[in-house]
C-alpha cells in the first residue's frame, strides 16, 4: 500500500524558512515522479513543484520558482521542498503526491497517490 | 497557461440521481492528459479518473469520465451519500500543471 507521509509544517513568521519533507513507502520511490501541491485555507488545489524519478529534471510553477526547491533522497525514500522568504499568501496545506510515470522520458502522468498534508501558517 | 473552468460551481442532488460535472480548458489538452479528483470535507484529494476516461484503482464503475479536446464530462450515475466532496478537474500535459476551480456536490 502507498504511503506518503508530510511533515515539517508549522508556523513561521514572514520572511522565514521552512523544509518540508515526505516520508514515502509501499512502492519503488525512485521509479515515479513526485509532486507537491497546496491548497490556501478554504481553497481550490495549486500545482508547486515536480521532480523526476531520478531527481534530474524538475519542474515549478513560475510564481514559486527562486523561492521554493524541489529535492528527493532516492536513498531515503523521501522527498522535500525547501522554502525560503515566506509570505502570509503562502499560508496552505502542502500535499506530497505520487505521480504514475518517471517523467524521466515523457510526461510524469496523473496524481495518483496523496499524502494527508502539513499546515504552514505564515503569520508575525 | 491552460485555465480549467468548471461548471456547475455547486450541484445539489438527491442519493441515486445522475451527477454530470463539466470542466472547460482554455486550450487543447494534450493527449488527453486530463484527470479528476475527489476531495471529501477534511481529506486529501483522491484521483478517480486519469486519460480523461480510465477509472483509478478501486474507484466503483459509477464514476466515469469523458471528452477531449477542451470539453470534458465527468458522470456519477447513481449519487451515494459519501459522494458529498468537492471535485477537481486537472490537466497535467502543459506546464504549467493546473487545476479547475471545482464544483462542490452536494446530497440532499
Known amino acids: 500500500e502507498v504511503q506518503l507521509l508530510e511533515s515539517g509544517g508549522g508556523l513561521i513568521q514572514p520572511g522565514g524558512s521552512l523544509r518540508l519533507s515526505c516520508a514515502a513507502s509501499?512502492?519503488?520511490?525512485?521509479?515515479?515522479?513526485m509532486s507537491w501541491v497546496r491548497q490556501a485555507p478554504g481553497k481550490g488545489l495549486e500545482w508547486v513543484s515536480t521532480?523526476?524519478?531520478?531527481?534530474?529534471?524538475?519542474y515549478s510553477a513560475d510564481s514559486m520558482k527562486g523561492r521554493f526547491t524541489i529535492s528527493r533522497d532516492n536513498s531515503k525514500n523521501t522527498l522535500y521542498l525547501q522554502m525560503i522568504s515566506l509570505s502570509a499568501e503562502d499560508t496552505a496545506v502542502f500535499y506530497c503526491?505520487?505521480?504514475?510515470?518517471?517523467?524521466?522520458?515523457?510526461?510524469?502522468?496523473?496524481?495518483?497517490?496523496w499524502g494527508q498534508g502539513t499546515l504552514v501558517a505564515v503569520s508575525s | 497557461e491552460i485555465v480549467l473552468t468548471q461548471s456547475p460551481g455547486t450541484l445539489s442532488l438527491s442519493p441515486g440521481e445522475r451527477a454530470t460535472l463539466s470542466c472547460r480548458a482554455s486550450?487543447?489538452?494534450?493527449?488527453?492528459?486530463l484527470g479528476w479528483l475527489q476531495q471529501k470535507p477534511g481529506q486529501a484529494p483522491r484521483l478517480l479518473i486519469y486519460?480523461?476516461?480510465s477509472r483509478a484503482t478501486g474507484i466503483p464503475d459509477r464514476f466515469s469520465g469523458s471528452g477531449s479536446g477542451t470539453d470534458f464530462t465527468l458522470t456519477i450515475s447513481r449519487l451515494e451519500p459519501e459522494d458529498l466532496a468537492v471535485y477537481y478537474c486537472?490537466?497535467?500535459?502543459?506546464?504549467?500543471?493546473?487545476f479547475g476551480g471545482g464544483t462542490k456536490v452536494e446530497i440532499k
Open positions: 503526491a505520487k505521480r504514475q510515470e518517471s517523467c524521466d522520458g515523457g510526461n510524469c502522468g496523473a496524481f495518483d497517490s
Open positions: 509501499g512502492f519503488a520511490f525512485s521509479a515515479y515522479a
Open positions: 521532480i523526476s524519478g531520478s531527481g534530474g529534471m524538475t
Open positions: 486550450q487543447s489538452v494534450t493527449s488527453a492528459y
Open positions: 486519460g480523461a476516461s
Open positions: 486537472q490537466q497535467y500535459g502543459s506546464s504549467p500543471l493546473t
